[in-house]
């Protein structure tokens, strides 16, 4: 099952631990006869229709058949036809039907006061916040697909921007949002007091149910309907939700891609790595994490080298389904990526035949660098900036330090001191140094003994190894030499020139 990434007043949704640190559902799609639901995909594309065919006459219940986008069959198989399946050689893969849940933990230039912190914060590089916001493109002629629970259509902040769009919920309420989630992250795209691109064209695609929740299968669904009816002219996706690691969904989210497409997607409130969830590891979408007010990374964003950029996504003011007029804080990266998606139509709308990669490869460079605390591993430091924050910073990975001088001065221990001549524009973390050790005085170090992680925030340290730190014991007697790595927020250096070889007694 899906899920969305949002959080509401600072407290995960009952639904949203399901599948990110909640209790697992087991099988979701289990269906009283023994069989399970399962995703089909077939490697001759043209005739999916046959093989759909071929399998329901085999008596197998068959829910949908992708003959758009992603190509491939919805079912209703026990495990015994699964293995029968695998003899077929046109059969790629079969994964479970699993939930998925939404992810709420050059005009002249126009400001509005009394901004949301979360648009104030695009349009500046540094803070503090000036409490206003700034663009000179509302987004006007662009397409903006948000597939999610649907939208409120008569609420104030759209102003008749809502156009008719799908549903693949067969409860009765169309497109019409009966969660909220949805109209808020619609709200953060292009509402007209709450939005980052103010006159963006808002199509529905309601994949989630009142409750938040829907199945993978819903939304290939309607990643497909969006593929197969899309308005010609500039579009992007806004995807805030999320579930386990499925091959089909970020299949269909590349078919989205390969459309012409932008599409933005959420990392995740789980606290962990974005690669491990779904569409957040879709290689070409642009993944985004959350910060707060103060530029941390969100207590329960995901990370990791899936992450494309961040953007604000803690105590987010939008729209929501109470009535005409109303709103409510929401936070999780539910909240982050439809700034990143607002973002996107401004650039179209000045940049209406860029391809999607294009979009994707002028957010993130022009994005401010450097600006995220406790960012995660393997994240890149890159917070959302629209095209009036002014200049980018240049940021990238530190200079590499200089050779360390390495003395040992006491029994079994060593002394590494250690240097880095430019920070590349973003504050030191920490310096990795690697031991290497030698037979002797004039051999060769090249055996490495182990390496040790010295948390600095200067552009110099000194580092020492003794029994507590080695982690086994006092070092050796021996011959020793070291070499360093800096790290800061982009990235790691290159590694420096070993220093001479010292012995330890």
């Given at each position: 099952m899906i899920r969305f990434f949002q959080k509401k007043s600072f407290v995960t949704f009952a639904i949203f631990g399901i599948l990110f640190g909640g209790t697992q559902i087991a099988h979701a799609g289990t269906t009283s006869t023994g069989t399970e639901r399962y995703i089909l995909s077939f490697s001759n594309d043209d005739d999916v229709q046959g093989e759909s065919n071929g399998l329901r006459n085999k008596g197998i219940k068959i829910h949908q058949t992708y003959t758009q986008g992603f190509k491939g069959v919805v079912g209703d198989f026990t495990t015994a036809q699964i293995n029968d399946l695998k003899k077929n050689p046109k059969f790629l893969f079969a994964e479970k039907d699993s939930p998925v849940y939404a992810t709420a933990i050059t005009d002249p230039a126009t400001v509005q006061s009394a901004a949301t912190w979360g648009l104030d914060r695009i349009d500046q590089r540094s803070l503090p916040l000036s409490n206003s916001y700034s663009y000179t493109s509302n987004g006007q002629g662009v397409t903006a697909y948000v597939i999610d629970t649907g939208i409120l259509a008569s609420h104030e902040e759209f102003t008749g921007r809502v156009a008719v769009g799908n549903t693949q919920i067969s409860d009765g309420n169309g497109t019409t949002d009966c969660n909220g989630h949805g109209?808020?992250?619609?709200?953060?795209?292009?509402?007209?007091?709450?939005?980052?691109?103010?006159?963006?064209?808002?199509?529905?695609?309601?994949?989630?149910?009142?409750?938040?929740?829907?199945?993978?299968?819903g939304v290939i669904a309607g990643i497909n309907w969006v593929i197969s009816n899309h308005v010609s002219g500039p579009a992007v996706a806004n995807i805030s939700l999320g579930g386990g690691l499925s091959t089909a969904l970020n299949n269909a989210?590349?078919?989205?891609?390969?459309?012409?497409?932008?599409?933005?997607?959420?990392?995740?409130?789980?606290?962990?790595?974005?690669?491990?969830?779904?569409?957040?590891?879709?290689?070409?979408?642009?993944?985004?994490?959350?910060?707060?007010?103060?530029?941390?990374?969100?207590?329960?964003?995901?990370?990791?080298?899936?992450?494309?950029?961040?953007?604000?996504?803690?105590?987010?003011?939008?729209?929501?389904?109470?009535?005409?007029?109303?709103?409510?804080?929401?936070?999780?990266t539910s909240m982050a990526t439809p700034h990143v998606a607002g973002a996107a139509a401004l650039l179209l709308k000045v940049n209406p035949t860029a391809?999607?990669?294009?979009?994707?490869?002028?957010?993130?460079?022009?994005?401010?660098?450097?600006?995220?605390?406790?960012?995660?591993?393997?994240?890149?430091?890159?917070?959302?900036?629209?095209?009036t924050a002014g200049a980018s910073v240049v940021c990238s990975a530190p200079a590499a330090p200089s050779t360390p001088i390495v003395t040992s001065p006491r029994s079994r221990t060593l002394s590494i001191g250690v240097s880095t001549t430019n920070n590349g524009g973003v504050a030191i973390q920490s310096f990795t140094i690697k031991i290497w050790s030698a037979r002797n005085a004039t051999s060769a170090a090249t055996t490495l003994y182990g390496t040790y992680t010295c948390l600095s925030t200067s552009l110099t340290a000194t580092c020492?190894?003794?029994?507590?730190?080695?982690?086994?014991?006092?070092?050796?007697?021996?011959?020793?030499?070291?070499?360093?790595?800096?790290?800061?927020?982009?990235?790691?250096?290159?590694?420096?020139?070993?220093?001479?070889?010292?012995?330890?007694?």
């Amino acid at each position: 099952m899906i899920r969305f990434f949002q959080k509401k007043s600072f407290v995960t949704f009952a639904i949203f631990g399901i599948l990110f640190g909640g209790t697992q559902i087991a099988h979701a799609g289990t269906t009283s006869t023994g069989t399970e639901r399962y995703i089909l995909s077939f490697s001759n594309d043209d005739d999916v229709q046959g093989e759909s065919n071929g399998l329901r006459n085999k008596g197998i219940k068959i829910h949908q058949t992708y003959t758009q986008g992603f190509k491939g069959v919805v079912g209703d198989f026990t495990t015994a036809q699964i293995n029968d399946l695998k003899k077929n050689p046109k059969f790629l893969f079969a994964e479970k039907d699993s939930p998925v849940y939404a992810t709420a933990i050059t005009d002249p230039a126009t400001v509005q006061s009394a901004a949301t912190w979360g648009l104030d914060r695009i349009d500046q590089r540094s803070l503090p916040l000036s409490n206003s916001y700034s663009y000179t493109s509302n987004g006007q002629g662009v397409t903006a697909y948000v597939i999610d629970t649907g939208i409120l259509a008569s609420h104030e902040e759209f102003t008749g921007r809502v156009a008719v769009g799908n549903t693949q919920i067969s409860d009765g309420n169309g497109t019409t949002d009966c969660n909220g989630h949805g109209t808020h992250v619609a709200g953060t795209i292009g509402g007209r007091n709450y939005g980052v691109a103010k006159g963006v064209t808002l199509v529905p695609v309601r994949v989630l149910d009142c409750s938040g929740s829907g199945f993978t299968s819903g939304v290939i669904a309607g990643i497909n309907w969006v593929i197969s009816n899309h308005v010609s002219g500039p579009a992007v996706a806004n995807i805030s939700l999320g579930g386990g690691l499925s091959t089909a969904l970020n299949n269909a989210v590349q078919a989205l891609i390969a459309d012409g497409i932008v599409v933005a997607v959420a990392a995740g409130n789980d606290n962990r790595n974005a690669c491990s969830y779904s569409p957040a590891s879709a290689p070409n979408a642009i993944t985004v994490g959350a910060t707060g007010s103060t530029d941390a990374r969100a207590s329960f964003s995901n990370f990791g080298t899936c992450l494309d950029i961040f953007a604000p996504g803690v105590g987010i003011t939008s729209s929501v389904i109470a009535s005409n007029v109303a709103t409510d804080v929401y936070s999780g990266t539910s909240m982050a990526t439809p700034h990143v998606a607002g973002a996107a139509a401004l650039l179209l709308k000045v940049n209406p035949t860029a391809t999607p990669l294009e979009i994707r490869n002028a957010l993130v460079n022009s994005s401010t660098c450097g600006a995220v605390t406790s960012s995660g591993t393997g994240s890149p430091n890159k917070l959302l900036a629209t095209s009036t924050a002014g200049a980018s910073v240049v940021c990238s990975a530190p200079a590499a330090p200089s050779t360390p001088i390495v003395t040992s001065p006491r029994s079994r221990t060593l002394s590494i001191g250690v240097s880095t001549t430019n920070n590349g524009g973003v504050a030191i973390q920490s310096f990795t140094i690697k031991i290497w050790s030698a037979r002797n005085a004039t051999s060769a170090a090249t055996t490495l003994y182990g390496t040790y992680t010295c948390l600095s925030t200067s552009l110099t340290a000194t580092c020492t190894i003794t029994a507590a730190s080695n982690g086994r014991g006092n070092l050796p007697a021996g011959f020793y030499a070291a070499s360093a790595i800096a790290v800061n927020g982009v990235g790691a250096s290159t590694e420096s020139a070993k220093s001479a070889i010292i012995q330890v007694r």
